[in-house]
């Protein structure tokens, strides 16, 4: 009785077969985008409409951080994904890598299908509290997929023409900050909400650097909409901004923290 035959499948023949699909899977994707240009007046469109949704929405497309005693602030990854979803012809990939015991790792591609060009960010994250002990599974898990978050951000906004991405950012600034209901009513908001992270009326002052929370305005209340937004996406922590001693590992509680500040109809005076 004859014995019956194997077939052996060269690793280096799979590998090209897989390389050619993906290939010819992108250069039906070029194709198609070419096929359907993208327009920048409806892109931008697109993204004011999502952008003015609500102004919790708005609140969270941008940033603002302290480093060195300079002010740093910018688009967020909530605007990244805005853009992402309104601009087409977008092909993106985002991974965490690795870590090596005190960061972890992401890294994320964009392909401008249409103008054929691709844009790849790293990123790293830290996985110690400042004891130098290392974050648990759970907690690194969160944290790179903070820094992939960040990465796509970053890959995102270097992918799409700046002259957009400040005209939305701009937008999303003031949209947060405008409406009719009262200043002090807005800052009453900030203070409950910032209690409950542990942080006191006195350090939100601190922080914007006014001596009272009657002397807050809507540029100080857009910075401190700014610094939630901060944490939410994993840039910095609670304990960084307000040095309040609380934990790093405790700081995805303030992932929730936009829904509770309700800036429905913020304004810029009283």
């Excluded at 952008?51 to 603002?64: G, N, P, R, W």
């Excluded at 409950?196 to 601190?206: F, I, N, R, S, T």
């Excluded at 939630?228 to 609380?246: E, N, P, R, S």
Aim: contains cysteine; glycine residues 6%; hydrophobic residues 40%.
């Amino acid at each position: 009785m004859a014995e019956p035959t194997v077939d052996i499948i060269d690793p280096d023949v799979e590998v090209k077969q897989v390389a050619i699909v993906h290939n010819a899977e992108i250069d039906a994707q070029i194709s198609t985008a070419k096929q359907y240009p993208r327009s920048s007046a409806r892109f931008v469109e697109a993204a004011r409409t999502i952008i003015q949704f609500d102004q919790e929405t708005a609140a969270s497309c941008f940033y603002v951080l302290k480093r060195g005693g300079k002010q740093i602030e910018g688009p967020s990854v909530r605007l990244a994904e805005v853009i992402l979803s309104s601009y087409q012809n977008l092909r993106v990939a985002t991974e965490v890598l690795n870590d090596d015991g005190r960061f972890v790792y992401a890294r994320a591609a964009v392909h401008d299908l249409e103008n054929n060009v691709a844009f790849e960010c790293t990123t790293k994250r830290r996985i110690t509290n400042r004891d130098g002990k290392t974050y648990n599974d759970d907690m690194i898990q969160t944290t790179g997929n903070a820094a992939a978050s960040i990465a796509l951000r970053n890959a995102v906004l270097r992918a799409v023409p700046g002259v957009f991405v400040q005209k939305l950012y701009q937008e999303a600034r003031q949209f947060a900050i405008g409406g009719s209901e009262p200043l002090s009513v807005r800052r009453q908001k900030l203070v409950d909400t910032f209690s409950k992270l542990g942080v006191g009326p006195e350090q939100v002052c601190a922080f914007v650097e006014r001596s009272s929370i009657d002397e807050v305005t809507p540029d100080d209340l857009a910075d401190l909409i700014g610094v939630y937004t901060a944490i939410k996406d994993g840039m910095t922590t609670v304990d960084q901004c307000f040095g309040t001693g609380a934990s790093e590992e405790q700081v995805p509680v303030a992932k929730s923290i936009l829904n509770a500040l309700k800036l429905q109809e913020a304004q810029a005076s009283e």
